[in-house]
């Protein structure tokens, strides 16, 4: 193999964390609303199939995501797991919230765009970003884990590419705070595997590859190869969600995130462990889509292949 | 950037051969028939939006693959264009009846399982590559370009992994016979980044990347990545095929095609000139799914990201 990329594969981790996000990312641009119970009984079963973390609810506003409503609910149903547990938080409120329900690990949003932080947040990032400094002390008082998710890292619907400045100072200043783990989301979908190996790159001076993860969604198809990148540069932390669900109802155009069961036979077919049961995957992921009414499993294999390569 | 990483992108090329594929393999796996005077057209719109090469039709018998009747008549309404595309003949009878027709360009097909071979050419790989052996010959004669695409080229469904030396051997007697273009085939999909590196980079004695081509179905979402492996390792000739549609009625489980459009703003996000438009491939697509009644169109997006990263 040519040298430089064997030694590229030689060196690649040999262990990936996946989350699973389909019931909160999953779900919020889905027409049929799930109750509670139903998305609770869902990650246990996404957990039983041996994802380590998986981010179950959002503590947004019910009147916005209606397909989140009832946080708390999930929450209470899964006590027994709140370890694996990651909740979203959007403001000072949706944390107080989600710390009062029991909830362990945070991911506090912000945008690389002011568009998307106005569209997603209903402030701009300056304000975000004043807001998350406020609840920095909280979250280290309540002793809880939390990640900061960068939306839009790459490229914006409405505003096109992002200058990668302005990604570097927003992570330098979320690492600044006190946020030792950052997600760079490619929340419409348009990065492209140089994109996301430069970033990595460049961040390495504010957060080493084993800090981030990705949040990638699969608009234009590249999730896959912009996965592969991540990974051979270090990020072993992948958000994912089951059959692809998902969508930002803030980003115009934005399809479903990279698909669990296609992220986790990728990084197997890479020999790097996940801990996950493809099959028990499958079988969430069929009954998942029967539940939201959607007709996708049919075109979807019933097993993978007979053998890893 | 790691500096291996910088490396093989400076060096990746800057330049790819996209091979339409949707109105051979695209159709062959539809319930929908398509009369040869449509699927002509289709092809011509998908030249018009800027592919360079089309497989066009498939010599093979009506009765196996109704949806591949009428071949002749397909080249005969495409004859203004005939150098630009290509047609497959599983066997001497299909390549007699290609050359009839006009055909200037044959892709002849081999198996490197047993299994797949038989079910898919009705003879064992022995016999198919004496078959060839004979007819290199009348190919020369006829002075069209030939390739011989080899099936199987890594995972089959039922034989499992496919042994390396397996594939090897099969492409050097190609080579040996005169087959200077060689394209490996995933045919099931169960190919991984990491095999379709090995792959590529052992068959250098036999064929140097230039000379080869990858048609990679996306079964299990890993066609994306493989893409990008074999391009950073200089193989610029991809088959792909509209929405994704395809998979062979032969291999059991087979998803299609990895989808042109995703492939292509793939390549461009890569610097990668393709000389395809996005938006007319689109618009093709659409178009094409329509035809078929399929309602994927609804879940694809109606435009690319608002800038190349």
Redesign the interface.
Known sequence: ??R??R???EEAPRRATVVDVSARDGLQAEPVVLTPERRAAWVRAVLSAGVPEVEAASFVSPSRVPQMAGAARVLAELADVADRLWVLVPNRTGAEQALEAGARNLVCVVSATETHSEENLGRSTAQVLSDLEKMVPLLREARVRSRAAVSMA????????VPRRQVLDLCSRLTAMGFEELTLCDT????????V??LI?ELKAVAPPEALGLHLHD???????N???GL??GVTRLDASLAGLGGCPFAP?A?GN??T???V??LH???VGTGISEEALREVRDECLRQLGDDRAR?L?????????
């Open positions: 193999m040519n430089s990329l030694k590229i594969f790459w490229v914006d619907p409405v505003e096109g590419i419409h979908g348009g990065a492209s595997p140089r994109g190996s430069e790159e608009t234009f198809g590249a999730a896959g190869a996965a592969l990148m051979l540069l155009g399809r990279i698909a069961e296609q992220l036979h990728l077919s890479l020999s075109r294999p019933r097993r993978g292949p007979p053998g890893l390569l």
